[in-house]
Each structure stands twice: as structure tokens, then as C-alpha cells.
């Protein structure tokens, strides 16, 4: 299955059209996706076709985010990489940095703050 995927992706990557993928829970498909793009986007890259080549991953977590960073360094690919958070990151407000506070608390603190 992991194979099958890898190549429609690359096919995908190389011809320039979406892909809409399924696999079930634990294959990972995350890490398979981003090795397929970074590969294609090297290869790219090497044939001069695109110097500019560039993956943008997003997910719902900065947990996520980490973790799926964490699976990529494991790889043969060492991208160049940004990881943004949420304001319950990033934020360095002192009524908010370090309060552990959930997301949405944060967002409402971050807003109140701004408009007092």
C-alpha cells in the first residue's frame, strides 16, 4: 500500500495536480506524503525546473507539528523548516506566556488585551 501511494503522490507532485489520498489510521501517510513532496521538489530542484520549490505542512496542532518534525529528521530529509504556533505558544504577553491557559482562553485574554 505505502508504494502504491508514494508513486501516485509522486505522479501527483510531478505532473502538477491535486491528489486526494486515503489510507487508514497508522500508515503513515503523513511522513509518506512529506518524503514523496521532498523528493519530487529535490529532484525539481537538481533539473533546474523549479529552484523555488516549497511544501507548506499545516496541522491542527503545534503537538502535531512537532511530532511529525521529530518523524521527518529520522529521514534521509533535512529540510529547511518554520514551525508557527498558536497564541498559546507564541504568545509573550505575561498575562498570557506560561498561564497554560486552553486556546480559546488565550484567544479571549489576546483579544481583551489588545482592545483595553
Do not use: H, W
Request: charged share 25%.
Amino acid at each position: 500500500m505505502q508504494n502504491e501511494f508514494v508513486a501516485k503522490m509522486n505522479e501527483a507532485i510531478m505532473n502538477k495536480k491535486n491528489a486526494l489520498m486515503e489510507c487508514p489510521t497508522g500508515t503513515g501517510k503523513t511522513l509518506m506524503m512529506l518524503t514523496s513532496a521532498l523528493a519530487c521538489a529535490q529532484k525539481l530542484r537538481q533539473t533546474g525546473e523549479n529552484k523555488k520549490a516549497q511544501i507548506i505542512y499545516t496541522s491542527r496542532t503545534f503537538t502535531q507539528l512537532n511530532q511529525v518534525m521529530r518523524e521527518l529528521k529520522k529521514t534521509d530529509y533535512v529540510p529547511k523548516s518554520v514551525l508557527l504556533g498558536s497564541r498559546q505558544v507564541m504568545c509573550i504577553n505575561d498575562e498570557i506566556k506560561g498561564k497554560n491557559l486552553s486556546s480559546n482562553m488565550a484567544n479571549f485574554k489576546c483579544r481583551s488585551l489588545r482592545y483595553s
